[in-house]
C-alpha cells in the first residue's frame, strides 16, 4: 500500500474518502479498486492551481491537450479490468500517472506507454514519490503498445482510438481482457476478451475521452 505522503495531511484524508463514498453511490462495488483509489493522493498528480479540485469527480487538465481523468472512469475501467484478476497490465496513454498508480495496486506488473514525453518524466518522478517499484514506462515507439512484453492479461486504454485498435489484440494473453473507449464523435468503453484466435466484445456505456493520437511529442 502507499504511505501517506509527508504533508498531506488527514484533511486531504478525508476529502479523498468523500470521494470514495461518491463512488460507491455511483455504483463502483469492487472494494479492491475503491481501496486503491483512496490510498492515491490525487492531488499530487495536478498542477499546484488545480490541485484543490483533485477530489472533485470531474476531469482536469494536465497540459498538452490532455486530461486526468474522472475519478468515476478511472474506477469504473478498473473494475471492469479486475473482474478478470489480471496479474500484467498493459497501459496505452500513461498521461499523469493516475491511472498508473491505481493499477500499480491492484497487480504484479504494470507496463505503460506514453507518447507525450515531459507527461511521461513527471510520471515517472510520481511513481518514484509514491515508491511504486512494479511499474514499467516508457516512451511509445513506432508499434502500438509494448509487444516486445506481451502477453499481457490486461489492456486498458486511456484514450479513444476512432475503431477497434487492432495492433493491441494479439498482445493479450489467452483469456486476457482488454478495456478501451472506441469511437470518434460517440465514443464507448468497450471490454475485449480473447478466446483463442476469436475476440468476444461487449460495449458497456457511452463515454468521453481524448482521442488516441500518434506520434510522439519530446
Do not use: C
Not at 456505456?205 to 488516441?212: D, I, K, N, S, T
Request: charge should be negative.
Amino acid at each position: 500500500m502507499v504511505a501517506e505522503l509527508q504533508g498531506i495531511g488527514m484533511t486531504s484524508r478525508r476529502t479523498r474518502m468523500r470521494l470514495i463514498q461518491r463512488l460507491r453511490e455511483s455504483g463502483i462495488q469492487d472494494e479492491r479498486v475503491l481501496t486503491a483509489l483512496a490510498e492515491i493522493p490525487r492531488h499530487i498528480f495536478l498542477d499546484e492551481a488545480l490541485s484543490h479540485r483533485a477530489y472533485e469527480d470531474t476531469a482536469l487538465p494536465i497540459g498538452y491537450q490532455q486530461t486526468l481523468s474522472q475519478p468515476y472512469i478511472v474506477a469504473r475501467m478498473t473494475e471492469v479490468l479486475m473482474e478478470h484478476n489480471p496479474s500484467r497490465v498493459l497501459e496505452l496513454g500513461t498521461g499523469s500517472g493516475y491511472q498508473t498508480a491505481v493499477l500499480a495496486q491492484l497487480v504484479d506488473e504494470v507496463f505503460s506507454v506514453e507518447r507525450i514525453n515531459p507527461l511521461l518524466n513527471k510520471a515517472r518522478e510520481r511513481m518514484r514519490t509514491l515508491h511504486l517499484r512494479n511499474t514499467s514506462l516508457r516512451l511509445a515507439g513506432d508499434v502500438m503498445g509494448w509487444p516486445e512484453n506481451a502477453p499481457f492479461d490486461g489492456i486498458l486504454v486511456t484514450a479513444a482510438p476512432a475503431s477497434m485498435p487492432e495492433d493491441l489484440l494479439p498482445q493479450l494473453a489467452e483469456g486476457g481482457v482488454m478495456v478501451a473507449p472506441i469511437g470518434e464523435t460517440t465514443q464507448v468503453l468497450t471490454k475485449v476478451i480473447r478466446r483463442g484466435d476469436d475476440y468476444e466484445i461487449t460495449e458497456l456505456e457511452p463515454v468521453r475521452f481524448v482521442p488516441l493520437l500518434s506520434g510522439v511529442v519530446r
